[in-house]
């Protein structure tokens, strides 16, 4: 009697597999959340995570210190000129204590707190791109949560409301009609760019004046079946997408080729910064300028392989790795704050993703009460959110939705508070 | 009146109700073993298919492949997650993993496996596929299937059947 390997083999899987039962997550709201949150990012590209923080309160104000320990609003610069010293994480507990007790946004940086009307002169309720000039907003018509509308020029203070772009003239493909993603500005809030999907899959982007509402560009990008990629428009009329497992350089007039040496590279989806690593660690390479940053990160953490990319905003980036349940994340600096320093922390319940230039929002187990912190002063505000939508993003580096008030729209703006 | 979009939502629902598990159980093969990573490739091929729901014909295959292709290139997947909700991930136990630690089986043989090694050997003795579907959800080409599935079957061979006991319980001819 001899006995089967291909049997047992089959036979140990088949038993493994049974041992699996659910946990009880709502998968499939899950799926719808992760959705929503792609065809978001898809335009947006501008969120990221990091990690850090040491619970501590001073003078009345919620602070969390650096590593060295310091507890002031204004940590020393370091010798190199980096003023920030790499995070650390904190005992979970300790930083829910402090979430607890944190004011509110308005209570500790007033001047950074703006009120908008809730709705726009026609009625619609809108999402806030971001603020081109003052008193001047790119915004666009939301139709729920996750469905994105039309883009307009908004001046609240005179009422003046200019249409940039209508996907639906734009793409008239019924099945395919409309954003993809948020809008968002190039240049500095020069341009105004939207991408929709056609029905074969690919990507279009267009780009308008945001001053005109001229068209000045729109770029296709085959994509494959289900998938809509990153797409960075650095400068110029050119465009860089990774659709093809590399960086692809785009154009109103280019279909599409490879960049030299791009290799092992793929988008991060900020600013034109493409990345790759190594055994050895990580290189950001600029594709819109040249410049490459090449740190020494670790690829693994806990045996998983860590995740380099997306997570980039202007302060950090970030990698994760999940390790038998534990959010692992390990911060390289990828400017001037804490360039090339790396620390990996256990987050457990901790959420945490990074906003504008030095911002971080966090979260513990309730998801309900979220702090906003200041990683250069330590300062830390809480805001409480009926729904997670409450809380959002612009495209645009330093423009925070709180949540509204009164039938206002509130507005953060991260850059005055770091002013 | 009902929507089709109404329609769409509640056909989604209804498919992840009743296929989750199996998905899960896939997934946590093909993953290696990890119920985090399983549920999260998942949940991510899960918001692939809603949002091409009305443009795919047969759900499971489409959630099966993508698992499989997000898995093999993982880090790529994560990198697209751009907007990092606010998601809670507790830590838990791993019972499954438990399971198999206390095993010093073929299972445990498999779990350690490459990668793509691995997943040849989860669909074509799990999912009896052939070499030209397990080639197609892997995105590669039926002799490099083969390679894999040799260099894996001649790996857990060097073990077998003396790691396995529980495995005298199976099948025999």
Known sequence: ?419 | MRSRHDDNEAAFAEFVRVRQLALVRFAWLVSGGSYATAEDLVQDALARLYGRWDQVSDPEPYVRTTIVRLNVSRWRSARREVLTALHVDRPVADPELELVESDTGLMRQVLALPKRQRTAVILRYWCDQSTEQIAAALGTSPITVRSNLNRAVQRLRTTWPAADPASTHGRQR
């Open chain 1, 1 to 419: 009697m001899t006995i089967d390997f291909d049997a047992a083999l089959a036979d140990a899987i088949g038993r493994t597999a049974d041992a699996v039962e659910l946990r009880g997550t709502d998968i499939a709201a899950g799926a719808r959340r992760r959705h929503r949150r792609r065809a978001r990012a898809r335009a947006a590209g501008a969120v990221a995570l990091a990690t850090l923080v040491v619970a501590g309160g001073v003078m009345g104000v919620a602070t969390l210190r650096t590593a060295t320990g310091h507890t002031t609003a204004t940590p020393p610069p370091s010798p190199s000129g980096h003023p920030t010293p790499p995070p650390t994480l904190p005992p979970y507990k300790e930083l829910m204590a402090l979430l607890a007790t944190a004011p509110s946004p308005e209570t500790i940086w007033p001047q950074a707190v703006r009120h908008l009307p809730g709705h726009l002169p026609d009625g619609s309720t809108y999402n806030v791109i971001t603020e081109v000039e003052p008193g001047v907003y790119v915004v666009q018509v939301s139709h729920g949560v996750e469905s994105y509308g039309s883009v307009y020029r908004y001046v609240p203070a005179s009422g003046d409301l200019a249409l940039l772009l209508d996907a639906r003239a734009l793409n008239p493909d019924p099945r395919t009609c409309c954003p993809v993603g948020r809008a968002r500005t190039l240049a500095g809030g020069t341009y105004t760019a939207v991408q929709t999907v056609r029905s074969g899959h690919a990507t279009e982007l267009w780009v308008v004046a945001t001053a005109t509402g001229a068209t000045v560009d729109h770029v296709t990008i085959p994509a494959s079946e289900g998938e809509i990629y990153s797409v960075d428009r650095v400068e110029g009329h050119e465009v860089w997408s990774d659709n093809a497992d590399t960086p692809h350089l785009y154009s109103s007039t280019d279909p599409g080729r490879a960049l030299p040496g791009s290799a092992g590279f793929a988008m991060t989806g900020q600013d034109g910064w493409a990345v790759a690593t190594s055994g050895s660690g990580v290189t950001f390479w600029n594709l819109g300028t040249g410049q490459r940053r090449s740190y020494d990160a670790p690829s693994t953490i806990g045996g998983q392989p860590l995740a380099y990319g997306d997570p980039c905003a202007a302060v950090w980036c970030t990698a994760t790795a999940t390790d038998r349940g534990t959010k692992l994340i390990t911060v390289v600096g990828l400017d001037g704050v804490a360039e090339g320093r790396t620390a990996h922390v256990s987050a457990g319940q901790l959420s945490m993703e990074v906003v504008g230039s030095g911002f971080a929002l966090f979260s513990g187990a309730d998801q309900h009460t979220v702090g906003i912190w200041d990683m250069r002063t330590g300062q830390v505000a809480a805001v409480h959110i009926a729904n997670l939508e409450d809380l959002a993003t612009g495209t645009g580096p330093d423009i925070l939705t709180l949540p509204p008030s009164g039938g206002d729209k509130v507005l953060l703006d991260l850059a005055t508070v770091t002013g």
